[in-house]
């Protein structure tokens, strides 16, 4: 399957793999990228910008494909050294950036710069639209489906990626309830040049979590999730576990940051994926859950998507199509 972003990412099939906090290392990233998609760590998961540099050469170390660096900017409890970060990733000589969290204005001219490719990852068309001035190369348009920070304005991918498609001049990947080959053909239907998926990626051999949170995902549905912090309007679609119940308490109480940070902390979140305790703390998942059923290889699952979308178009749709030209033949 070639697309727009096939190839201005120099990848084999449109699938790229989401950069997750406390997930995106370089095992998962360079997995995606041997198997064809596009794989990305994210810097913020690395202690400091001279780990990111190590993180990025370990990619280098297992895979010659074309990967990425995804570079989020949120509120976090502590502050972060976001230039330095950036600097690591030109300084290491990476081709692909993706941005994500807020308005990457401050980032963007100085990656451009550098050479380097930019996918801007936003949950709204006018985020997309002032991401595409500053000059963004690609548009990750994450709908209300998805795992993580999902926005305040709650739109869904049916709306938003062809809306987005409709005002936007550079491609658009759909982000957000992507898990297979009925989204692809769908997201490519829409418009979309190709689809993001996180919460598929944390369900598979290769991705660097423990096997009870792989578990957890296969066994949860739809049902299972819930939106925190969107007091703090920093919303976040994470497991409805006992921790979630308590931070959405608190926030029925009115209480802030002061009194929900401690609760809602990254390095809490990160013993989950590291120790297999699901209500260790706050962990991140996508609507998605509801259809992932098995944890294969990154390369199973991709050839799995696109032949089983391959097959969707030319049989399923081909057929509805030649046999209304039958029946108006008939007539
Ligand atoms: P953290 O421990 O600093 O904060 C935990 C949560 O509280 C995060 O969701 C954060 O955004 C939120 N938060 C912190 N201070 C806040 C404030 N003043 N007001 C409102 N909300 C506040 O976060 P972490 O787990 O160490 O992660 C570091 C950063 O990297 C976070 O901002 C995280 O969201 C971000 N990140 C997210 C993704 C993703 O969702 N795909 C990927 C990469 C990085």
Redesign the pocket.
Known sequence: METKITRMLGIEHPIVQ?????V?YAELAAAVSNAGGLGII????QPSPKALVNEIARVRSMTDKPFGV?L?I?????P?PYDDYRQAIIDSGVKIVET??SNPGGHIAKLKEAGITILHKCTTVPHALTAQELGADIISIDGFEC???VGEEDIPNFILIPTAISRLRIPVIASGGMVDERSLVGALALGAEGINM?TRFMCTKEAPIHDRVKEAIVAQSERDTCVI?RS???S?RVARNQVAEAVLELERKGLG?QDI?PV????K??RVYEEGDINAG?W?VGLAQALINDIPSCQALISRIVQGAEDIITKRLDAICSSSTLVESTL
């Open positions: 989401g950069g997750m906090q406390w995106s994210t810097a913020l998961t995804n989020t949120l509120p976090t409890l502590k972060i994500a969290g795992a993580g920070h996180g912090l703090l309007r920093n976040s940051i940070g809602v902390s990254g390095a979140g990160r706050i991140t």
